[in-house]
């Protein structure tokens, strides 16, 4: 079996060009690959277009990719935490293609698969299946790019939307434990768009928290089989924040006669 483990995250991300295409696992930022991201910010890589449920926020995650204008296209679902994001996207400086979140795991499941498209429900009767959803603005705030028009066929009388999958030119994850053979084990909600983003990139680097031996992982825990990865570099260290933290009154109170 291939020994998969290089030895730093700037190694790892090293041939990705500018123009790449990117799935980026996590969610919110929870179970994202920062170590592979900083590394990619600091090698100076740009031109991306970056497929992740969520574009970080202003000084995390891709969001530090963003304030360096480093992407120029976003598939996404969510962005309500980013203000750069939005000054960008409403200025012209950013292509947004905002997709469904279960559409877009799907995507990057069929990707994975093999799949070129597929039916769903999901955005029927909208301008996701209609047509003229603003992707690109330009500096006088029109629309300068519009999404197109989607088939829509009926099946047992329901009405569905095709939906091309993706198949992006690399995966960037975020895992908690993997072997050097490339199996990963994500953890808790990291399991979110992490195993979809690693099936579905041409080339997958996978940051784990943990080295472990071959065999060490029970394969019935495997969460993504190695034979999706190609890279796995050890990130024991990084940091993980909270996006919004909501603490009760109570916790804040000095107990009278303190």
Same mark, same amino acid.
């Given at each position: 079996?291939?020994?998969?483990? !290089?030895?730093?995250?700037?190694?790892?991300? $090293?041939?990705? *060009?500018?123009?790449?295409?990117?799935?980026?696992?996590?969610?919110?930022?929870?179970?994202?690959?920062?170590?592979?991201?900083?590394? =990619?910010? $600091?090698?100076?890589?740009?031109?991306?277009?970056?497929?992740?449920?969520?574009?970080?926020?202003?000084?995390?995650?891709?969001?530090?990719?963003?304030?360096?204008?480093?992407?120029?296209?976003?598939?996404?679902?969510?962005? #309500?935490? /980013?203000?750069?994001?939005?000054?960008?996207?409403?200025?012209?400086?950013?292509?947004?293609?905002?997709?469904?979140? %279960?559409? =877009?795991?799907?995507?990057?499941?069929? &990707? &994975?698969?093999?799949?070129?498209?597929?039916?769903?429900?999901? #955005?029927? %009767?909208?301008?996701? +299946?209609? %047509? #003229?959803?603003?992707?690109?603005?330009?500096?006088? #705030? @029109?629309?300068? !790019?519009? +999404? @197109? *028009?989607?088939?829509?066929?009926?099946?047992?009388?329901?009405?569905?939307? =095709?939906?091309?999958? =993706?198949?992006?030119?690399? $995966?960037?994850?975020?895992?908690? @434990?993997?072997?050097?053979?490339?199996?990963?084990?994500?953890?808790?909600?990291?399991? /979110?768009?992490?195993?979809?983003?690693?099936?579905? &990139?041409?080339?997958?680097?996978?940051?784990?928290?943990?080295?472990?031996?071959?065999?060490?992982?029970?394969?019935?825990?495997?969460?993504?089989?190695?034979?999706? !990865?190609?890279?796995?570099?050890?990130? *024991?260290?990084?940091?993980?924040?909270?996006?919004?933290?909501?603490? +009760?009154?109570?916790?804040?109170?000095? *107990?009278? &006669?303190?």
């Amino acid at each position: 079996m291939i020994d998969k483990v !290089v030895g730093s995250a700037a190694e790892a991300v $090293a041939d990705i *060009p500018d123009g790449s295409s990117l799935a980026v696992g996590g969610f919110g930022l929870c179970g994202i690959p920062v170590a592979l991201i900083g590394a =990619l910010h $600091a090698q100076g890589t740009t031109d991306l277009e970056t497929v992740s449920n969520n574009c970080g926020v202003d000084d995390w995650g891709l969001g530090i990719l963003l304030a360096d204008h480093r992407i120029r296209r976003t598939v996404s679902s969510y962005v #309500g935490e /980013n203000k750069e994001f939005a000054r960008q996207y409403l200025s012209g400086e950013l292509e947004v293609e905002l997709t469904p979140q %279960g559409t =877009l795991a799907e995507k990057l499941r069929a &990707g &994975g698969a093999g799949i070129p498209a597929f039916y769903t429900t999901a #955005g029927v %009767g909208t301008q996701v +299946s209609e %047509g #003229g959803l603003p992707q690109r603005y330009d500096d006088a #705030g @029109k629309v300068a !790019v519009a +999404s @197109k *028009p989607k088939e829509v066929r009926s099946f047992h009388g329901v009405q569905y939307v =095709l939906e091309e999958s =993706l198949r992006p030119d690399y $995966a960037l994850v975020h895992a908690w @434990k993997g072997d050097r053979h490339g199996n990963l084990v994500f953890r808790a909600t990291a399991m /979110n768009f992490n195993p979809l983003a690693a099936q579905a &990139g041409r080339v997958t680097i996978a940051e784990v928290e943990e080295l472990v031996e071959p065999g060490d992982l029970d394969p019935g825990q495997v969460h993504t089989p190695g034979i999706f !990865v190609q890279r796995v570099v050890v990130a *024991p260290d990084t940091e993980k924040r909270v996006e919004k933290r909501t603490v +009760s009154l109570a916790a804040d109170r000095t *107990p009278e &006669g303190a």
